[in-house]
């Protein structure tokens, strides 16, 4: 039996635990969360001890791994406490809110040769996967621009929460959901950040609410140009409203939430792939961590992706406060 415990009992934690216990050989045999109101419930719908710390978790249990969705800035030492303790670990994006605790995290998990995953679903996504495909098959051409953009209703549900408080969150949209277009923006176009000059806007909250980034990529050796949008005082609910568009030197493909469309040769061909649910797409990424811990896939969403998008996060937020471009060091 795979047993493993859940750290951060909010709503997307609980859903994780529940998807974990579906899945064959996979059992949640604990919870850890500061509340006490949150652990009685999670403690009664799943019938397993809880704790108000990772470290009374380590102490008491027996585990194989843990899955982290708890505040983005207590990731790090959850993290690195259940990777000394011999666990594979699972955490919800974004990986950690600092450069140097990415790396410190990716280098014990290589040290114990143990599985470290960051929850980026659209690795899972049809839609991402064809815009891939297409890039990867030279239809286009050698890509050289990417223009993305991301917006919902979101500070008006979470300044009041934990992630309206940058000691907990990091940061604001950029760090939250934008944190999954920066990452399809690099999977999809197989590439690392180089330089960044970004603008940030809080719109008089403690946490940034628009960001707009100018991007220089490098893809194996090739360098793209990109131009990226986020905000989250936009008019989507719940999803995200977003875009992804990659112009090559013989033709386009774009994608605007539903539709791709493809460009070559002064054609234009549309797809709609299936849209997959959030909890269809939280099970495939769970799925895939607990059979890459057990030597029996291919991880699809390693920590050094993740690292990437933490080092473009991070170099962004520098150059909105000192209004210069930053280097990107998004190395493992």
């Not at 994006?93 to 995953?117: N, Q, S, Y």
């Not at 209703?153 to 920066?182: A, C, M, N, V």
């Not at 893809?219 to 112009?247: F, K, M």
């Amino acid at each position: 039996m795979f047993r493993v415990a859940g750290i951060g009992l909010g709503s997307l934690g609980v859903l994780e635990c529940r998807l974990l216990n579906e899945l064959e050989g996979v059992r949640v045999v604990a919870g850890v969360d500061p509340a006490d109101e949150v652990r009685e419930k999670f403690g009664d719908e799943f019938d397993v001890p809880t704790y108000e710390t990772t470290e009374e978790l380590l102490d008491a249990e027996f585990l194989d791994a843990v899955t982290i969705a708890s505040p983005h800035t207590k990731h790090f030492d959850q993290a690195l406490a259940a990777l000394d303790a011999d666990l594979h670990v699972h955490l919800e994006k974004p990986m950690v809110t600092d450069l140097g605790g990415a790396r410190a995290l990716i280098d014990r998990a290589d040290e114990r040769g143990l599985t470290l995953a960051v929850g980026y679903q659209r690795h899972f996504d049809p839609r991402f996967h064809e815009l891939r495909r297409v890039v990867d098959s030279g239809r286009i051409g050698d890509p050289h621009m990417v223009v993305c953009h991301l917006e919902q209703e979101w500070i008006r549900w979470t300044k009041d929460e934990w992630r309206g408080d940058p000691s907990l969150s990091g940061g604001g949209q950029l760090y939250d959901s934008g944190s999954h277009l920066l990452d399809a923006m690099l999977w999809v176009t197989r590439s690392k950040p180089v330089t960044v000059a970004a603008a940030v806007d809080h719109r008089g909250h403690d946490v940034d609410v628009n960001a707009a980034l100018a991007v220089v990529l490098d893809r194996d050796g090739d360098r793209l140009t990109a131009s990226v949008g986020v905000s989250g005082d936009g008019q989507s609910v719940p999803d995200p409203g977003e875009s992804l568009r990659v112009i090559g030197t013989e033709g386009m493909v774009a994608f605007d939430g539903d539709t791709i469309e493809v460009t070559e040769g002064g054609t234009t061909y549309t797809a709609t792939p299936p849209t997959p649910g959030f909890e269809e797409l939280t099970r495939k990424k769970l799925r895939n961590f607990v059979d890459a811990a057990r030597d029996e896939a291919d991880l699809a969403i390693p920590a050094e992706d993740a690292l990437r998008v933490t080092a473009l996060t991070e170099a962004a937020y520098e150059s909105a406060t000192t209004g210069r471009r930053v280097n990107v060091d998004g190395d493992a």
